[in-house]
């Protein structure tokens, strides 16, 4: 094994501008790989996150009824041309601790939350805003829908007679924390409260629409009783929503909606943009691999008078080949570990560069340890390739003398 080690290195050193070249081409392109994958990931989860940052992963909500288009009343089968939906009072769950337990029950479920919702009207002195009333219990609510990194203003406390606006709303109605706030509800109950933060959801809508109150002020501004509208549910892993929903929906009976259905749109993007990135990646791994290969081989041809010599001197096969698969692999080895550097060192020096107004990158670079070793594998594997000399290394007698080659 020394002899090998010896051969390949003394061998490495002698070409070293076709060493570096080598060197350079495998670098370059685990550098690209990975700083594209970085860039796209980052991007990918920072959509994801500025979307469902407020919304819940799955939604319970009750069934809606409808009329059936066909009617029978003994032998006669009346077939209706216009099936309309029931002009009836909103639907809502009528036992919401009891749902709550079921769905908290259903493997996959980070968190459950009641939630309470209806329009209303937000007064302060003569300007009304029509405005999106949402009751919850807070301290459950902040498991499903992190409130505390949008505080932007006052505390994040909710208890009876206080409120939790949105930043577009606190500008159009001059509201600070502390300020009182009148609002009303479609049926006609008003409530008096006091604002006690002020929250940015990322989205302007969230931002001028959405006022939340405590679960039971919600519940008698909206003439709900007891009941709520929906059950938000936060997923314990993301992407597994959609089944997620469909297990929710059989142990609960409701009506459950993943963010995947609610963000049609988006997913589609999503899953388009992952296909072209994959495909970017694949194409140019090839690329750089196959190059790599090549210039390797040619190394390995070149250097058939040092393996006539090997083998005139009684080297066995195994241990010349053994010789540039050594060579492929130390190659491979260092320009997978420098070009993954270099690809890290890309993805953050971009995010220093590409900045929003107030000095915050644009969004986060992903650096997964598993892309590292992927691309470093199959490019390392392209340079073993490269190296193997079962199809090139010439075949010769143990007898063959030097002179031959020379």
Not at 162 to 168: D, K, M, S
């Given at each position: 094994?020394?002899?090998?080690?010896?051969?390949?290195?003394?061998?490495?050193?002698?070409?070293?501008?076709?060493?570096?070249?080598?060197?350079?081409?495998?670098?370059?392109?685990?550098?690209?790989?990975?700083?594209?994958?970085?860039?796209?990931?980052?991007?990918?989860?920072?959509?994801?996150?500025?979307?469902?940052?407020?919304?819940?992963?799955?939604?319970?909500?009750?069934?809606?009824?409808?009329?059936?288009?066909?009617?029978?009343?003994?032998?006669?089968?009346?077939?209706?041309?216009?099936?309309?939906?029931?002009?009836?009072?909103?639907?809502?769950?009528?036992?919401?601790?009891?749902?709550?337990?079921?769905?908290?029950?259903?493997?996959?479920?980070?968190?459950?939350?009641?939630?309470?919702?209806?329009?209303?009207?937000?007064?302060?002195?003569?300007?009304?805003k029509a405005v999106v009333l949402q009751g919850v219990e807070l301290e459950r609510y902040q498991q499903v829908i992190r409130l505390d990194d949008k505080l932007r203003a006052g505390a994040l406390t909710l208890q009876a007679g206080q409120a939790l606006i949105g930043v577009e709303l606190a500008d159009d109605l001059g509201l600070t924390p502390g300020s009182r706030l009148r609002?009303?509800?479609?049926?006609?109950?008003?409530?008096?409260?006091?604002?006690?933060?002020?929250?940015?959801?990322?989205?302007?809508?969230?931002?001028?629409?959405?006022?939340?109150?405590?679960?039971?002020?919600?519940?008698?501004?909206?003439?709900?009783?007891?009941?709520?509208?929906?059950?938000?549910?936060?997923?314990?892993?993301?992407?597994?929503?959609?089944?997620?929903?469909?297990?929710?929906?059989?142990?609960?009976?409701?009506?459950?909606?993943?963010?995947?259905?609610?963000?049609?749109?988006?997913?589609?993007?999503?899953?388009?943009?992952?296909?072209?990135?994959?495909?970017?990646?694949?194409?140019?791994?090839?690329?750089?691999?196959?190059?790599?290969?090549?210039?390797?081989?040619?190394?390995?041809?070149?250097?058939?008078?040092?393996?006539?010599?090997?083998?005139?001197?009684?080297?066995?096969?195994?241990?010349?080949?053994?010789?540039?698969?050594?060579?492929?692999?130390?190659?491979?080895?260092?320009?997978?570990?420098?070009?993954?550097?270099?690809?890290?060192?890309?993805?953050?020096?971009?995010?220093?560069?590409?900045?929003?107004?107030?000095?915050?990158?644009?969004?986060?670079?992903?650096?997964?340890?598993?892309?590292?070793?992927?691309?470093?594998?199959?490019?390392?594997?392209?340079?073993?390739?490269?190296?193997?000399?079962?199809?090139?290394?010439?075949?010769?007698?143990?007898?063959?003398?030097?002179?031959?080659?020379?």
């Amino acid at each position: 094994m020394r002899f090998v080690w010896v051969v390949a290195w003394r061998l490495l050193r002698e070409g070293r501008f076709q060493t570096a070249l080598i060197l350079g081409g495998v670098t370059i392109g685990v550098a690209v790989v990975v700083y594209i994958t970085a860039i796209i990931n980052g991007l990918q989860a920072n959509i994801i996150d500025r979307t469902l940052s407020s919304q819940a992963h799955v939604v319970l909500r009750p069934a809606e009824r409808r009329n059936e288009p066909v009617l029978s009343a003994g032998d006669w089968v009346v077939t209706l041309a216009d099936v309309r939906k029931r002009t009836e009072r909103e639907a809502t769950i009528a036992d919401p601790a009891a749902v709550l337990a079921t769905a908290q029950s259903v493997p996959g479920v980070g968190a459950a939350a009641a939630v309470v919702t209806g329009p209303g009207v937000a007064q302060q002195g003569g300007v009304r805003k029509a405005v999106v009333l949402q009751g919850v219990e807070l301290e459950r609510y902040q498991q499903v829908i992190r409130l505390d990194d949008k505080l932007r203003a006052g505390a994040l406390t909710l208890q009876a007679g206080q409120a939790l606006i949105g930043v577009e709303l606190a500008d159009d109605l001059g509201l600070t924390p502390g300020s009182r706030l009148r609002l009303q509800s479609a049926t006609g109950a008003s409530l008096s409260v006091r604002v006690t933060g002020v929250l940015d959801y990322g989205i302007q809508d969230l931002n001028r629409r959405r006022v939340l109150l405590p679960l039971r002020d919600a519940q008698s501004l909206l003439g709900l009783g007891r009941e709520v509208s929906e059950i938000d549910i936060r997923a314990a892993r993301l992407f597994e929503a959609e089944s997620l929903a469909a297990d929710l929906q059989r142990a609960t009976g409701l009506t459950a909606d993943s963010w995947q259905v609610a963000n049609g749109q988006l997913v589609t993007a999503l899953r388009s943009q992952s296909a072209s990135s994959l495909m970017i990646r694949a194409f140019v791994t090839v690329a750089v691999a196959l190059g790599i290969a090549s210039v390797l081989v040619v190394s390995v041809v070149q250097r058939q008078r040092e393996i006539g010599i090997l083998r005139a001197m009684g080297t066995p096969r195994r241990r010349i080949l053994g010789v540039f698969l050594l060579q492929g692999a130390l190659v491979g080895l260092g320009g997978s570990l420098l070009g993954a550097g270099l690809g890290g060192a890309l993805a953050v020096g971009f995010t220093r560069i590409a900045r929003n107004a107030d000095g915050s990158p644009l969004f986060p670079i992903v650096l997964e340890a598993v892309v590292y070793r992927s691309f470093c594998k199959f490019h390392f594997a392209g340079c073993l390739l490269g190296g193997d000399l079962r199809r090139y290394a010439p075949t010769l007698p143990a007898q063959q003398t030097a002179r031959g080659w020379v």
